[in-house]
């Protein structure tokens, strides 16, 4: 049967518009408006109003309610009265059966009915957050964010804290109310392990009745009027007398990552050493330059205290620099006390990334990441950044014992990966006052290390996100006892483009995801087969009798013989391998 035939050919089409967006976006409620739709053409009997398509399979409140919106809208643009929703339409039918016809009776008051509330969440809750993080994103554009881009986008509007728990004893923060959103379709969730997040159309319909609520626009209008041009304030160096715990003073930076996006180009894919640049370094004099930390504006004790750790780094005498950060929770630059030093050798800013990150953990976020994927993604991520000294700092706090005995073993198993498969400084605090102290003697020595000898800086112009890490390795071998850096832009323009992998990038990744296959080895079997393609040709060329069956389980293990220690390849590994990469 063609729609046109259909009984209620307007709610169909309608309906069928819905879901076409829907399939689309590989959306799960794409299912439920396929069953709607079906169900609808199917039906023979024709109705005025939405709301009586509940007794319909595949027709809900939510909606009902829609397809109500939709009929208002269409009315209005036609001159058409909008039908009488049924409910109503039935209890003047009851009051005038009551009334029995007579005129002289006194006309009772219509029974109101009582309409389903239309969804709206609590001004500045977890989920109120959340869908107005996610309204940040084009509407009808299939994009969507990860949870840290949305918890950075949705932060703002909430009151609680998306990474901190308000009770340490829990495991829940405001980032528990994604699940509500979920299961109400407001959001849907894609990708394994990392997932990424968009809304719904009910979810864009959600941001349109908040956007109308008094409590938003008085919010809004307030942001808007307190907006000024900000300078950036003056730079005192650590050494300075003047410490007095004022957090105006508190370095904050303009120059968010995102700025410098295209500072560094992607550039063409390199394979070998040979295809490597060669450049001179611009030399820093030592003495023309300070050495600063930097701090992740996400980097809060509690929602009532989001300035503690910047306000007690003031008083320990270290006066962070505030900034979103793409890698990392903590780093270091050298900032050149003439502003142009660098721009009068080619390069840009007047900022130098020194070889340290800190990477801060609570136990229960680590618990979270080791949970949903994030624990390897960050892990990774740090390893592309091409810092050589990464501290990944652990903040025990008190937890609720059978909670934390469930996960004990997986958090010391990821405690030692990282030690020995990563070969990150693994720092175990025991509250957030020790992560300060700690930092501030970090910083003391790094200044000492650091402003007394020269820094040598890569030209940015030789810098593309293909050849960035292989560069830096090469360096390392070459000249072991020098030390190259690159200008902050650079380095945030290259961790701008971190999503945007390479096939080497990806081809890793994938390997990583047989259990037992670490990080070494998975660089071994990419040093010996550039590309999957390469991969499963070699698989392929085994042959499909049983000797070829045998070849192709124990080609890894053969090929790669000479490796040792943590590097070698395991002949059940090996046949590991062979079942996911060629059928054996």
């Known amino acids: 049967m063609e729609d046109s035939e259909c009984a209620n050919p307007q709610f169909l089409a309608w309906v069928k518009e819905w879901l076409d967006v829907a399939r689309e976006r590989n959306s799960k409620g794409a299912t439920a408006y396929r069953n709607a739709y079906e169900s609808l053409k199917a039906c023979p009997i024709a109705f005025e109003h939405p709301a009586s398509l509940q007794q319909l399979k595949g027709f809900g409140p939510k909606l009902c309610e829609r397809l109500e919106g939709k009929l208002k809208q269409h009315c209005r643009q036609n001159g058409i009265p909008m039908p009488e929703h049924p409910q109503v339409k039935k209890a003047n039918e009851r009051a005038l059966n009551e009334q029995g016809g007579d005129e002289d009776t006194e006309t009772r008051p219509k029974k109101r009915t009582r309409q389903p509330k239309a969804y709206v969440p609590a001004f500045r809750s977890g989920a109120y957050a959340l869908i107005l993080g996610l309204s940040s994103l084009p509407e009808d554009v299939s994009s969507s964010l990860t949870k840290s881009e949305l918890i950075e986008a949705s932060q703002s509007h909430c009151d609680a804290s998306f990474t901190a728990p308000s009770d340490p004893t829990k495991f829940y923060t405001a980032w528990s109310s994604m699940k509500t959103l979920v299961q109400k379709e407001l959001v849907y969730e894609r990708g394994r392990p990392l997932r990424r997040y968009a809304l719904t159309d009910e979810g ?345 069956k045998k070849r192709k389980r124990d080609l890894v293990s053969s090929e790669l013989s000479h490796l040792v220690g943590r590097k070698k390849m395991s002949k059940p590994l090996s046949h590991k391998i062979a079942e996911v990469w060629g059928d054996a």
């Open 204 to 548: 864009w319909a959600v941001v349109k009745r908040i956007k109308e609520t008094t409590q938003w626009q008085e919010e809004n209008n307030a942001n808007e009027s307190s907006r000024r041009p900000q300078q950036p304030p003056s730079i005192t160096a650590a050494g300075d007398q003047d410490l007095t715990p004022d957090v105006s003073e508190t370095l904050t930076a303009v120059d968010e990552p995102s700025f410098y996006q295209n500072v560094v180009s992607d550039g063409p894919l390199v394979q070998e050493d040979a295809d490597l640049p060669t450049f001179t370094p611009i030399r820093i004099p030592s003495g023309s330059f300070t050495v600063h930390l930097v701090l992740d504006v996400r980097e809060v004790r509690a929602k009532t205290d989001r300035d503690y750790m910047q306000e007690e780094l003031v008083k320990q005498g270290v006066k962070p620099i505030m900034r979103s950060l793409e890698i990392g929770d903590v780093q270091w630059i050298a900032k050149c006390h003439d502003s142009k030093l660098l721009s009068r050798h080619g390069a840009e800013g007047d900022e130098i990334v020194l070889d340290w990150i800190v990477e801060r953990k609570r136990l229960d976020d680590l618990i979270g990441s080791i949970k949903d994927g994030r624990f390897h993604e960050q892990k990774f991520r740090l390893n592309r950044s091409g810092v050589r000294k990464v501290v990944y700092l652990i903040e025990d706090i008190s937890m609720d014992s059978a909670a934390y005995q469930r996960y004990e073993e997986a958090v010391q198993s990821a405690i030692a990966s990282t030690q020995v498969v990563n070969g990150y400084f693994v720092k175990r605090t025991q509250k957030i006052d020790d992560t300060i102290k700690y930092l501030a003697r970090l910083t003391a020595m790094l200044k000492r290390t650091y402003e007394s000898k020269p820094l040598n800086v890569i030209p940015t112009k030789i810098i593309t996100a293909q050849n960035y890490s292989r560069l830096i390795q090469h360096l390392r071998e070459k000249e072991p006892s020098v030390r190259y850096y690159v200008t902050y832009p650079a380095f945030a323009s290259l961790a701008s483009k971190s999503e945007t992998m390479t096939l080497r990038d990806v081809f890793l990744k994938m390997l990583m995801t047989t259990k037992g296959l670490t990080g070494e080895r998975a660089l071994e079997i990419q040093r010996k087969w550039k590309t999957p393609y390469d991969f499963v040709k070699a698989f392929h060329v085994c042959g499909t009798d049983e000797q070829g």
